[in-house]
């Protein structure tokens, strides 16, 4: 039985990014190839593949959801105002959203909120979240959202520093195309476009999915034995063109390397059998610890996770708790920079 004491480990502060490095493709690259453990880069990616590889992208698209508005209540004292500041975390309809506000405390049902151009009104409170319905829905939201809002960055970096016009660029991938993510999938932030068409002029081939991110990606996992977690459901598509890629990859002995645990966890979602896959849309929440059965995943490119966190179980089921622990203590020695904005690794069971 695996505890998630198994998945800890000390990460000294000074090696969480807070920035990513520039250009992209220039970051350092950890890889694991066959048990082992070599340093590169990113730019260097194509030296590690081979002709017939299929890269699985994430083409999701973030939303800059966390707003800053105005709560104002008349009581019979008088009017109280108050400064709220709303990060959506899930889409409920067009124009209603799940949100983490704070301070939760001045917020009560019925209230109305102003974020510049719109307003929303509190419709339920519970379990530290509020459910707010916005005055405008669909395009016409994402698009103030874009306006106004700011980057959802990750509690580790948001604790440190503010977001601002540079995380606009720079929390965004290249071929985020999708719109609906409220997370980024970060290991897809090391790709430019040059790393791309220098991947493809070599004979490694790609393909999209989505899966958007939702902030269930930071939750903590709190149950001691991990297989008494429940994964936060996010939604994924799987096209008919991406999974026959997928599996025709697989069928001519190539190799299908997911970029980013959001991509392999949609793949995953969509396999029907060994080397099989099928187009697929829905809401997943599959939870990869070791002992997994991959069934379309040959390797995965991933940045380093946070300690005892979901996202390192599927590493550990991938390549194996021994190794697992191999590859964070030489990437803590050799002081790659861990999370959103860290390094990268590739990682070949």
Known sequence: MLNL??????????????????????????????????DSTVSALGGWLREGDLLVLNNTR??????????????????????IEATM????????WRALAKPLKRLAVGDEVVFGDIYAEVMAKADGQVEL????????????FRRQGQMPLPPYIAAKRPADAQDMDDYQTVFATEIGAVAAPTASLHFDEALLAGLANAGVKSTEVTLHVGAGTFLPVKTEVISEHKMHSEWGAVSEQAAAKIAETLA?????????????????????????IGAWSGDTDIFITPGYEFKVTSALMTNFHLPKSTLLMLVAALIGMEKARDVYGH????????????????LIP
């Open 133 to 144: 319905k916005f005055s405008a829905t669909g395009d016409a939201l994402d698009e103030s």
């Open 331 to 346: 990437a803590m020695a050799e002081k790659y920079r861990f999370f959103s904005y860290g390094d990268s690794s590739l």
């Open 252 to 276: 001519h002995g190539g190799r299908v390397i997911p970029v980013g645990t959001t991509a392999l966890r949609v793949i995953e979602t969509a396999a029907t059998g060994r080397g099989e």
């Open 89 to 96: 975390i899930e889409r409920i309809s067009g124009d209603t």
């Open 62 to 83: 973030v939303i800059p959801s966390r707003l800053s508005g105005t709560r104002t209540r008349k009581t019979i004292h008088g009017s109280g105002v108050s400064q």
């Open 5 to 38: 004491s198994d998945f800890d480990f000390d990460l000294p502060e000074e090696l969480i990014a807070l920035r990513p490095v520039a250009p992209r493709s220039a970051s350092r690259m950890l890889v694991s190839d066959k048990g082992e453990i070599h």
